[in-house]
């Protein structure tokens, strides 16, 4: 079952549409309606792609980076979403905190009403 906060597996697409490499992306928010489709974010280990106004840098001396199963410092890159059926999700492999998944929520909403 897939919830809000899990950091799970997906084929992230490319801007030009050709299909992505398997990569970990963030899951945000549950779209509204009858299908099973989620708003998602990539996660990268480019920390260079760092967007200070919609990104988010996990570390490992933060608490909840051992449970997001990432194995090296990562970008949470809000300014990289997708929405995407539940079926294409390749697996979970961990989670993030309630309160990054809020700061991170909070910061896309101050982003759009800008």
Request: charged share 35%; aromatic share 6%; net charge neutral.
């Amino acid at each position: 079952m897939i919830q809000e906060g899990d950091v799970v597996l997906f084929r992230f697409p490319q801007t030009d549409l050709q299909e992505g490499k398997l990569r970990p992306a963030l899951v945000i928010k549950r779209v509204p309606g009858e299908y099973e489709d989620w708003l998602i974010c990539m996660i990268s280990s480019r920390i260079s792609q760092y967007n200070e106004k919609l990104d988010e840098i996990i570390t490992p001396d933060v608490k909840d980076f051992q449970d997001s199963g990432l194995k090296t410092e990562s970008v949470i890159r809000a300014s990289r979403l997708a929405v995407v059926e539940k079926e294409i999700i390749v697996g979970k492999i961990g989670n993030i905190s309630p309160e990054r998944l809020r700061r991170i929520k909070e910061k896309l909403v101050k982003w759009i009403m800008e």
